[in-house]
Protein backbone atom coordinates (compact mmCIF):
# COMPACT_ATOMS: atom_id res chain seq x y z
CA UNK A 1 0.00 0.00 0.00
CA UNK A 2 1.16 3.56 -1.15
CA UNK A 3 -0.35 4.80 1.89
CA UNK A 4 -1.32 4.35 5.59
CA UNK A 5 -4.62 6.13 5.53
CA UNK A 6 -7.21 6.34 2.82
CA UNK A 7 -9.84 9.09 3.20
CA UNK A 8 -12.67 8.49 0.99
CA UNK A 9 -16.09 10.68 0.28
CA UNK A 10 -18.71 10.85 -1.85
CA UNK A 11 -18.69 14.92 -2.02
CA UNK A 12 -19.98 17.69 -4.02
CA UNK A 13 -19.59 20.58 -1.59
CA UNK A 14 -16.12 21.88 -3.49
CA UNK A 15 -15.90 25.02 -1.56
CA UNK A 16 -15.50 23.40 1.63
CA UNK A 17 -13.09 20.72 0.50
CA UNK A 18 -9.64 22.91 1.27
CA UNK A 19 -10.99 23.36 5.04
CA UNK A 20 -11.40 19.29 4.60
CA UNK A 21 -7.89 18.62 3.33
CA UNK A 22 -6.13 21.33 5.84
CA UNK A 23 -7.91 19.25 8.92
CA UNK A 24 -7.17 15.76 7.62
CA UNK A 25 -3.34 17.33 7.33
CA UNK A 26 -3.94 18.39 11.63
CA UNK A 27 -5.88 15.51 11.94
CA UNK A 28 -2.70 13.08 10.77
CA UNK A 29 -0.10 14.74 11.57
CA UNK A 30 3.14 14.13 10.44
CA UNK A 31 3.73 10.98 11.44
CA UNK A 32 1.24 8.65 8.60
CA UNK A 33 0.96 9.00 5.22
CA UNK A 34 -2.22 9.46 3.96
CA UNK A 35 -4.71 10.45 0.73
CA UNK A 36 -7.87 12.43 0.06
CA UNK A 37 -10.38 10.90 -2.29
CA UNK A 38 -13.25 12.66 -3.44
CA UNK A 39 -16.15 11.36 -6.13
CA UNK A 40 -18.68 13.61 -7.11
CA UNK A 41 -20.12 16.02 -9.56
CA UNK A 42 -18.03 19.01 -9.31
CA UNK A 43 -14.28 19.80 -9.98
CA UNK A 44 -12.21 20.79 -7.01
CA UNK A 45 -10.76 24.65 -6.61
CA UNK A 46 -6.95 25.51 -7.93
CA UNK A 47 -5.93 24.62 -4.39
CA UNK A 48 -5.84 20.80 -5.25
CA UNK A 49 -3.49 21.72 -8.23
CA UNK A 50 -0.44 20.87 -6.56
CA UNK A 51 -1.66 18.28 -4.11
CA UNK A 52 0.26 14.70 -5.00
CA UNK A 53 -2.41 13.34 -2.09
CA UNK A 54 -5.26 14.16 -3.81
CA UNK A 55 -7.72 11.80 -6.15
CA UNK A 56 -11.02 13.59 -7.48
CA UNK A 57 -13.03 11.07 -9.81
CA UNK A 58 -15.89 12.72 -11.05
CA UNK A 59 -18.89 10.98 -11.35
CA UNK A 60 -22.80 11.93 -11.52
CA UNK A 61 -24.38 9.05 -9.65
CA UNK A 62 -25.73 8.19 -5.94
CA UNK A 63 -23.36 8.84 -3.08
CA UNK A 64 -23.56 4.98 -2.71
CA UNK A 65 -22.04 4.61 -6.27
CA UNK A 66 -19.52 7.59 -5.14
CA UNK A 67 -18.04 5.94 -2.09
CA UNK A 68 -17.77 2.54 -3.69
CA UNK A 69 -15.34 4.27 -6.61
CA UNK A 70 -13.56 5.61 -4.23
CA UNK A 71 -12.90 2.33 -2.88
CA UNK A 72 -11.46 1.11 -5.93
CA UNK A 73 -9.15 4.27 -5.65
CA UNK A 74 -8.17 3.67 -2.85
CA UNK A 75 -4.88 3.05 -1.68
CA UNK A 76 -3.99 3.19 1.89
CA UNK A 77 -3.68 0.48 4.40
CA UNK A 78 -5.92 1.71 6.23
CA UNK A 79 -9.64 3.47 5.25
CA UNK A 80 -11.70 6.18 6.75
CA UNK A 81 -15.00 7.86 5.40
CA UNK A 82 -16.95 10.60 6.61
CA UNK A 83 -19.10 13.93 4.69
CA UNK A 84 -17.95 16.70 3.30
CA UNK A 85 -19.54 19.38 4.84
CA UNK A 86 -17.31 18.91 8.38
CA UNK A 87 -13.62 18.52 9.24
CA UNK A 88 -11.55 16.71 11.51
CA UNK A 89 -10.42 17.76 14.84
CA UNK A 90 -6.70 17.56 15.66
CA UNK A 91 -4.40 14.64 15.85
CA UNK A 92 -7.97 12.52 16.48
CA UNK A 93 -7.19 10.43 13.02
CA UNK A 94 -3.93 9.87 14.41
CA UNK A 95 -5.39 8.14 17.56
CA UNK A 96 -7.55 5.71 15.53
CA UNK A 97 -4.12 4.67 13.98
CA UNK A 98 -2.48 4.39 16.61
CA UNK A 99 -5.50 2.31 18.25
CA UNK A 100 -5.12 -0.27 14.93
CA UNK A 101 -1.24 -0.53 15.54
CA UNK A 102 -0.74 -0.49 19.13
CA UNK A 103 -4.01 -2.36 20.37
CA UNK A 104 -3.06 -4.94 18.12
CA UNK A 105 -6.48 -4.94 16.36
CA UNK A 106 -7.60 -7.88 13.93
CA UNK A 107 -7.87 -7.80 10.24
CA UNK A 108 -11.97 -7.67 10.61
CA UNK A 109 -11.87 -4.97 13.33
CA UNK A 110 -13.43 -1.58 13.41
CA UNK A 111 -13.03 1.62 14.90
CA UNK A 112 -16.17 3.56 15.57
CA UNK A 113 -14.83 7.29 15.09
CA UNK A 114 -16.94 9.32 17.14
CA UNK A 115 -18.65 12.43 15.40
CA UNK A 116 -20.73 15.45 16.82
CA UNK A 117 -23.14 16.98 14.47
CA UNK A 118 -25.01 19.94 15.06
CA UNK A 119 -25.62 23.89 13.96
CA UNK A 120 -22.45 25.52 13.21
CA UNK A 121 -20.51 22.01 13.78
CA UNK A 122 -21.61 21.78 17.64
CA UNK A 123 -23.30 18.82 19.14
CA UNK A 124 -22.53 16.82 22.41
CA UNK A 125 -21.02 13.73 22.16
CA UNK A 126 -23.18 10.50 22.55
CA UNK A 127 -22.43 7.40 24.67
CA UNK A 128 -21.41 4.50 23.46
CA UNK A 129 -24.70 3.11 23.93
CA UNK A 130 -26.16 5.41 21.35
CA UNK A 131 -24.01 3.88 18.92
CA UNK A 132 -25.97 0.19 19.31
CA UNK A 133 -28.59 -0.53 16.76
CA UNK A 134 -30.88 -1.29 19.74
CA UNK A 135 -30.94 2.10 20.77
CA UNK A 136 -32.81 3.49 17.92
CA UNK A 137 -36.64 2.38 17.18
CA UNK A 138 -36.40 1.96 13.34
CA UNK A 139 -33.16 -0.60 13.66
CA UNK A 140 -34.81 -2.75 16.04
CA UNK A 141 -35.47 -5.43 13.74
CA UNK A 142 -36.00 -9.40 13.03
CA UNK A 143 -32.34 -10.29 12.30
CA UNK A 144 -30.34 -7.40 13.70
CA UNK A 145 -29.01 -8.76 17.35
CA UNK A 146 -29.07 -6.16 20.42
CA UNK A 147 -25.31 -6.03 20.65
CA UNK A 148 -24.41 -4.99 17.22
CA UNK A 149 -23.23 -0.89 16.45
CA UNK A 150 -23.69 1.49 13.50
CA UNK A 151 -21.43 2.88 12.60
CA UNK A 152 -21.35 5.89 10.31
CA UNK A 153 -17.82 6.88 10.38
CA UNK A 154 -15.20 4.39 10.93
CA UNK A 155 -11.71 3.17 10.14
CA UNK A 156 -11.17 -0.42 9.15
CA UNK A 157 -8.27 -2.29 7.06
CA UNK A 158 -9.18 -1.34 3.21
CA UNK A 159 -8.55 -5.20 2.32
CA UNK A 160 -11.12 -6.43 4.76
CA UNK A 161 -13.55 -3.24 3.37
CA UNK A 162 -13.20 -4.88 -0.26
CA UNK A 163 -13.48 -8.50 1.25
CA UNK A 164 -16.78 -7.20 2.17
CA UNK A 165 -17.34 -5.94 -1.17
CA UNK A 166 -17.80 -2.60 0.00
CA UNK A 167 -21.31 -0.77 0.16
CA UNK A 168 -24.74 -2.46 -1.19
CA UNK A 169 -25.45 0.27 -3.95
CA UNK A 170 -28.37 -1.85 -4.06
CA UNK A 171 -29.49 0.75 -0.94
CA UNK A 172 -28.91 4.30 -1.93
CA UNK A 173 -29.27 5.71 1.13
CA UNK A 174 -26.11 6.29 2.13
CA UNK A 175 -27.15 5.65 6.32
CA UNK A 176 -28.51 2.49 5.06
CA UNK A 177 -25.38 1.34 2.92
CA UNK A 178 -23.44 2.11 6.38
CA UNK A 179 -25.89 -0.15 8.76
CA UNK A 180 -26.00 -2.81 6.61
CA UNK A 181 -22.18 -2.86 6.01
CA UNK A 182 -21.67 -2.86 9.63
CA UNK A 183 -24.32 -5.02 10.45
CA UNK A 184 -22.21 -8.00 7.88
CA UNK A 185 -19.16 -7.11 9.12
CA UNK A 186 -20.44 -8.16 13.02
CA UNK A 187 -22.03 -11.29 11.79
CA UNK A 188 -18.55 -12.15 10.07
CA UNK A 189 -16.81 -11.32 13.04
CA UNK A 190 -15.90 -7.89 13.78
CA UNK A 191 -15.09 -6.33 16.89
CA UNK A 192 -16.17 -3.18 17.11
CA UNK A 193 -13.67 -0.22 19.11
CA UNK A 194 -13.91 3.76 19.66
CA UNK A 195 -12.52 6.53 19.03
CA UNK A 196 -10.53 8.20 22.42
CA UNK A 197 -12.34 11.50 21.15
CA UNK A 198 -14.19 13.48 18.44
CA UNK A 199 -12.88 12.74 15.30
CA UNK A 200 -15.07 14.57 13.09
CA UNK A 201 -17.20 17.43 13.51
CA UNK A 202 -20.46 17.36 10.34
CA UNK A 203 -23.20 20.45 10.10
CA UNK A 204 -26.89 19.97 10.76
CA UNK A 205 -28.86 22.85 9.71
CA UNK A 206 -32.95 22.60 10.20
CA UNK A 207 -34.50 22.76 7.34
CA UNK A 208 -37.05 25.91 8.16
CA UNK A 209 -38.35 26.84 4.78
CA UNK A 210 -39.57 24.51 2.20
CA UNK A 211 -37.61 24.11 -0.63
CA UNK A 212 -39.77 24.18 -4.35
CA UNK A 213 -38.64 23.40 -7.01
CA UNK A 214 -40.27 23.27 -10.91
CA UNK A 215 -41.59 19.46 -11.44
CA UNK A 216 -40.68 19.82 -14.84
CA UNK A 217 -37.02 21.22 -14.57
CA UNK A 218 -35.80 18.32 -16.26
CA UNK A 219 -37.16 19.47 -19.42
CA UNK A 220 -35.33 22.72 -19.62
CA UNK A 221 -32.02 20.22 -20.08
CA UNK A 222 -31.28 19.20 -23.52
CA UNK A 223 -29.07 16.95 -22.50
CA UNK A 224 -31.27 15.00 -20.16
CA UNK A 225 -34.57 15.06 -22.56
CA UNK A 226 -32.88 13.51 -25.13
CA UNK A 227 -31.57 10.73 -22.94
CA UNK A 228 -35.62 10.08 -22.30
CA UNK A 229 -37.13 11.08 -25.43
CA UNK A 230 -34.45 11.27 -28.37
CA UNK A 231 -34.91 14.34 -30.56
CA UNK A 232 -38.49 14.79 -30.41
CA UNK A 233 -38.40 18.08 -28.52
Given at each position: MNYKLSICLPAHRAYLWERLYRSIRSSVGEDYSWELILVGPNDPPPF??????FKYFKDYGSPSRAFQISLMLAEGE???????DGFYTENSLKLCIKMHD?????FKDIVIARHVEGRNHSGKQEPNEF???HSHPSLRLPGIPSDFY????????LEYLRDLG??????ENYNMNLHDLAFRAQRDGSNISFSPTTVTKLMSEPQEERIKIDMFNWTKSDKIWRRRFGDMK
Amino acid sequence: MNYKLSICLPAHRAYLWERLYRSIRSSVGEDYSWELILVGPNDPPPFFEDKTNFKYFKDYGSPSRAFQISLMLAEGELVTWASDDGFYTENSLKLCIKMHDEQNLGFKDIVIARHVEGRNHSGKQEPNEFWKAHSHPSLRLPGIPSDFYIILNGMMKLEYLRDLGGIDCVYENYNMNLHDLAFRAQRDGSNISFSPTTVTKLMSEPQEERIKIDMFNWTKSDKIWRRRFGDMK
